[in-house]
């Protein structure tokens, strides 16, 4: 048993009743973001949900999840069921994604000197402008406006990522099949984050996953119990859900470079990893002393990177990192040729459901 912040539940870890699978389950009172909370936490600790079972109608929240890590396997290790039961500290320090010919950054930085953060109003002035400066398109339209914000403390990343790209409407637009893996460990946070910051409630969902394809349900309403009731809000729950799940999609190549951490590193790392390609996702962390720059690349015509270029990458990169090239998991086009290429939505009640 534990408590998590922001509630206080009952958490418990089975690893007895399922052969394949550790069961984590919660009970709680029933609040707003609470199912957000749990798989925040889930998803934070690295762990796959193979399964969930949830239900908070009324005034009590039951969930059940099935979770492995992610070589597929039960939770033995102890300090890890521990941290299930408690929120784990973040080590991400960076995060860049891109989407919709948008881009959202989230970055942590300490005063080089004291190694705190910066508490200095004209030097926070002056970073927000400097960052308006490099994000900013050619254009004096809008649209090609750079918008910043600056804050003292600690924020989940990945959920403010979200939160930017669907503040600058990265849903509209021309939408392109989507492939939904079970290997993606943070697809049900993408969406119950999604579905969270939009005002909706999670009332009833079930998760499951048959080999590498995953299958969630989700009964949402609004917060004051009613459903959604004309065919243009559903058509926005559809592209918002759709972008969400884009996010994160990676293909292509990931090139991983390791260096002890030091001041102007990623300066170094951005640098050496341009090199005449395109970065559509990025994710910086640090360990102990020990920094880890993750890219997802392409051409700068979004084509494969050739061996050519990662020789030369490795070159430029000398000792000073270690580089590890790998591919992307998503095979996008082998699953559309087996006819799993585009993402199902179904809006119905659970009443229909009972009734049918």
Request: negative net charge.
């Amino acid at each position: 048993m534990g408590s998590w912040a922001y509630f206080d539940p009952e958490v418990s870890v089975d690893n007895s009743s399922c052969k394949d699978c550790t069961l984590v389950k919660v009970d709680s009172m029933n609040k707003p973001g609470i199912l957000l909370e749990v798989v925040q936490i889930l998803t934070d600790l690295d762990l796959i949900i193979t399964k969930a079972y949830i239900s908070s109608d009324g005034g009590w929240f039951m969930d059940v999840f099935h979770v492995t890590d992610q070589q597929g396997q039960k939770i033995s290790d102890n300090r890890t069921i521990e941290q299930i039961e408690k929120s784990p500290h973040q080590r991400c320090c960076c995060e860049v994604w891109t989407h919709n010919r948008r881009i959202a950054c989230v970055l942590y930085v300490n005063d080089d000197t004291t190694n705190r953060a910066v508490d200095d109003a004209s030097r926070l002035s002056s970073m927000e402008e400097q960052l308006k400066n490099i994000f900013r398109g050619c254009g004096n339209d809008d649209d090609n406006v750079a918008h910043t914000s600056l804050s003292v403390g600690s924020t989940h990343v990945d959920r403010r990522l979200h939160q930017l790209l669907f503040a600058d409407r990265d849903y509209e637009g021309a939408a392109e099949p989507i492939v939904l893996l079970n290997q993606r460990p943070k697809l049900m946070f993408d969406i119950v984050c999604t579905l969270t910051d939009m005002q909706y409630v999670v009332f009833h969902a079930t998760i499951s996953s048959e080999g590498p394809y995953a299958s969630q349900e989700y009964y949402i309403r609004h917060m004051d119990g009613c459903t959604l009731e004309t065919e243009g809000e559903t058509e926005k729950v559809i592209k918002c859900l759709e972008a969400a799940i884009r996010r994160r999609v990676s293909e292509g190549l990931s090139l991983e470079l390791c260096a002890k951490d030091r001041v102007g590193l990623l300066s170094e790392v951005t640098s050496s990893a341009k090199n005449g390609l395109s970065v559509t996702r990025a994710g910086v962390t640090t360990v102990g002393e020990q920094a880890m720059n993750v890219f997802y690349v392409s051409d700068a015509s979004g084509k494969p990177v050739d061996a050519k270029t990662i020789e030369e990458l490795r070159k430029e990169i000398g000792e000073t990192m270690r580089l590890n090239v790998k591919k992307a998991p998503t095979n996008a086009k082998a699953l559309e040729a087996s006819g799993w290429a585009k993402t199902s939505f179904f809006f119905g009640s659970l009443l229909e459901k009972f009734l049918t």
